[in-house]
């Protein structure tokens, strides 16, 4: 700092005007460009993104019914494969005594065998997976089992598509 101040005494006043002139403008371009616009543009985004939220909270409530149910028919991703959930899914739905396979096929589906299956509870669990996972049938067999309200099937699932 001894040597600026050395300097600057060492120069002759018009030059010392011209230096503290100088210093005056770069430290206004320095806070004008450095702070104060940066700053100003922050403040000017905020404010857009406070209005198009508000604009966005409008329409939800609005549209709260609507957004509610298309929610409900969005299939849910659970990060499992597709073999583990069908068979998870079976087997909360109930039928875990009537699975007797379940292996993923080489197009990413499912096929399932399912034995002495109560209709109904099986009815409700391909409902399930289709609703909720996004599973449909690509083939399907079904025959009656020996006791009555049970059957026996086939199914493959192909892949849900999220």
Avoid: C
Avoid at 3 to 18: C, D, H, K, S
Wanted: charged share 20%; net charge neutral.
């Amino acid at each position: 700092m001894n040597r600026l101040q050395t300097w600057y005494a060492g120069l002759e006043p018009r030059e010392q005007r011209m230096v503290s002139i100088g210093a005056v403008v770069l430290a206004l371009i320095i806070v004008v460009a450095g702070i104060l616009m940066p700053l100003q543009s922050k403040v000017s985004r905020l404010l857009q993104d406070n209005d198009t939220k508000r604009q966005d909270l409008a329409w939800m409530r609005v549209n709260a019914d609507e957004v509610r149910a298309a929610a409900a028919t969005i299939p849910a991703n659970t990060g499992e494969a597709p073999v583990v959930l069908v068979d998870r899914v079976g087997r909360e739905s109930g039928l875990a005594a009537a699975l007797r396979g379940t292996q993923p096929n080489g197009t990413g589906g499912v096929r399932v065998q399912l034995e002495a299956a109560p209709f109904d509870t099986m009815i409700g669990w391909l409902a399930t997976l289709d609703r909720r996972y996004g599973f449909s049938i690509d083939s399907i067999t079904v025959d009656r089992a020996p006791t009555a309200g049970m059957v026996n099937a086939n199914i493959t699932f192909s892949a849900p598509t999220h």
